[in-house]
């Protein structure tokens, strides 16, 4: 069975540093495209980030400079290093397998307030 | 960026009634398109990818159309358990672009 798992959400201050961790089962990050995608509250979705089976990286706009995806193959997780932290990051962070998202994590709350 | 634009942004529908919604893009995305179905604190649920292909498990209610820049999503025989917000998205080019949502309520 395919799952997902994010960690590492929390309250933040602005300009702080947060690193979310997707814990993966089922398949290997390493031969699959894998997704960040985040929602706002009483928002729609909003997609982050990719990480391709190559190494190849693309980020949204919003957080080109700011984030940065990673896995580690070892572990069989993706991560997402987020910099720079700015109230309009607050969002439940999902992560999700493929380009055409099939399977997804509960998600992981971060807040970032004063 | 490709915008993505659903329509309507909300609507009221009976049980066994037919919902049908669109997207529209900005740009031509191809069949490099997918729908979304998301309930009240879950996660968002595939339904459809390749514009018209329904995700492993998702009922034959479902089915998605079109190419290019318009796309439709029809609901046949509405369900109670279909209220939800549905989301399109492009996965045609940088960045991935997901439509504003269209919620679907139950009368």
């Known amino acids: 069975e395919m799952q997902l798992v994010e960690s590492g959400g929390g309250l933040v201050q602005p300009g702080g540093s947060l690193r979310l961790s997707c814990s993966v089962s089922?398949?290997?990050?390493?031969?699959?495209?894998l997704t960040w995608v985040r929602q706002a509250p009483g928002k729609g979705l909003e997609w982050v980030s990719v990480?391709?089976?190559?190494?190849?990286?693309y980020y949204a706009d919003s957080v080109k400079g700011r984030f940065t995806i990673s896995r580690d193959n070892s572990k069989n997780t993706v991560d997402l290093q987020m910099n720079i932290l700015k109230a309009e990051d607050t969002a439940v962070y999902y992560c999700?397998?493929?380009?055409?998202?099939?399977?997804w994590g509960q998600g992981t709350l971060v807040t970032v307030s004063s | 960026e490709i915008v993505m634009t659903q329509s309507p942004a909300t609507l009221s529908v009976s049980p066994g009634e037919r919902v049908t919604l669109s997207c529209r893009a900005s740009?031509?995305?191809?069949?490099?398109f997918a729908w979304y179905q998301q309930k009240p604190g879950q996660a968002p649920r595939l339904l459809i990818y390749?514009?018209?292909t329904r995700a492993t498990g998702i009922p034959a209610r479902f089915s998605g159309s079109g190419s290019g820049t318009e796309f439709t999503l029809t609901i046949n025989s509405l369900q109670s358990e279909d209220s939800a917000v549905y989301y399109c998205?492009?996965?045609?080019?940088?960045?991935?672009?997901f439509g504003g949502g269209a919620k679907v309520e139950i009368k």
């Open positions: 740009q031509n995305v191809r069949v490099n």
């Open positions: 089922g398949f290997t990050v390493n031969n699959n495209y």
């Open positions: 390749g514009a018209s």
């Open positions: 998205q492009q996965y045609s080019d940088w960045p991935l672009t």
């Open positions: 990480i391709y089976p190559g190494g190849n990286t």
């Open positions: 999700a397998k493929g380009l055409w998202n099939d399977y």
